[in-house]
Nanobody, 126 residues
Framework: QVQLVESGGGLVQAGGSLRLSCAAS????????MAWFRQAPGKEREFVAA?????????YYADSAEGRFTISRDNDKRTVYLQMNSLKPEDTAIYYC??????????????????WGQGTQVTVSS
């Protein structure tokens, strides 16, 4: 049972940047697929970005995140990051870190991930 703790959220003006971090407790962190999802009030939780296991670091992005967000991982620190640039008001949401101990194919589906953090609020003002 891996524990995930997000940090780095906050209030930022449109066009600004934030870097989210997700710290994992599991010693075999490198064997986990990691992802970021977000959820705005009244909306479904949606996929943002994912990164594959080990050090190969294959990445996947939602269309809304492509070119603006970058997901990365540091296996030694057991941490996954989400660098968010050129933020827009529509990026406002609670951002959740997620993990899977299985090899994933449908990386954009919520149901593929068995472990979740408690979320961190990101608010982008216009």
């Amino acid at each position: 049972q891996v524990q995930l703790v997000e940090s780095g959220g906050g209030l930022v003006q449109a066009g600004g940047s934030l870097r989210l971090s997700c710290a994992a407790s599991e010693s075999s962190f490198s064997a986990y697929y990691m992802a970021w999802f977000r959820q705005a009030p009244g909306k479904e939780r949606e996929f943002v970005a994912a990164i594959s296991r080990w050090s190969s670091g294959s990445t996947y992005y939602a269309d809304s995140a492509e070119g603006r967000f970058t997901i990365s991982r540091d296996n030694d620190k057991r941490t996954v990051y989400l660098q968010m640039n050129s933020l827009k008001p529509e990026d406002t949401a609670i951002y959740y870190c997620a993990a899977s101990d299985r090899n994933l194919i449908q990386v954009r589906l919520v149901g593929q991930y068995g472990y979740w953090g408690q979320g961190t609020q990101v608010t982008v003002s216009s």
